[in-house]
């Protein structure tokens, strides 16, 4: 299954306007004015906290949701959705997208706050936040739809990878998504990160 005409188009348009010069380096924090911090961070803390790794229980996949693909090969680079979502419909809270071989992935939730200036990404490997890079209208969902940006090599996507779980938490916003291990999910993930970083 792939994931609807317009979760494509919602997360091409925020490829277009996050996409600039790719960072030199797989850690660098990209070109948002925050850095994306370990958690925890210090309340009064300039830097972020050393990494940490937290050990939490994996979630349960959900009947109607599961982690499906589509390539975009009609523009002029070839770019990716992953997408949380229930097969042939909008209902779809979470995706990421990429730019083949780019090194960078977009992560995007629909329906926030717009008050909301961050996104928390959890994994096997830990939990990272990252700022708000882009943030538009959301007609369907209504509030807006958020878009941040992570280094293709992060520890929190290559956990995702290895287990096909992640939590995003997004203002009020909190959704945890777990692959289903008969349905192809699992080699779905893995594609889409080759496909972005290779």
């Known amino acids: 299954m792939s994931a609807s005409p317009r979760i494509i188009a919602l997360a091409a348009a925020a490829l277009l306007a996050a996409c600039g010069p790719a960072p030199a380096s797989s850690d660098a924090p990209g070109e948002a004015t925050l850095p994306a911090t370990e958690s925890p961070v210090a309340a009064d803390a300039g830097e972020p906290a050393a990494p940490t790794t937290v050990q939490t229980a994996a979630p349960a996949p959900q009947a109607a949701y599961d982690w499906h693909g589509r390539i975009n090969d009609e523009e002029r680079s070839r770019s990716m959705v992953l997408a949380y979502e229930t097969p042939e419909t909008d209902d779809q809270p979470f995706n990421l997208s990429c730019e083949e071989g780019g090194e960078r992935i977009f992560a995007g939730v629909p329906g926030a706050d717009p008050a909301v200036q961050s996104i928390r ?27 941040v940006e992570i280094p293709g090599g992060d520890s929190v996507l290559a956990g995702f990878r290895q287990t096909g779980w992640l939590r995003v938490t997004a203002g009020t916003l909190n959704h945890a998504m777990a692959a289903h291990g008969d349905g192809g999910a699992p080699q779905t993930i893995t594609r889409f990160m080759a496909f972005c970083n290779d």
Request: a negative charge; zero cysteines; glycine letters at 12%.
């Open 121 to 147: 990404l959890e994994s096997s490997a830990g939990s990272k936040t990252f700022p708000v890079k882009t943030s538009e209208a959301d007609e369907l969902n209504g509030g807006r739809y958020l878009t």
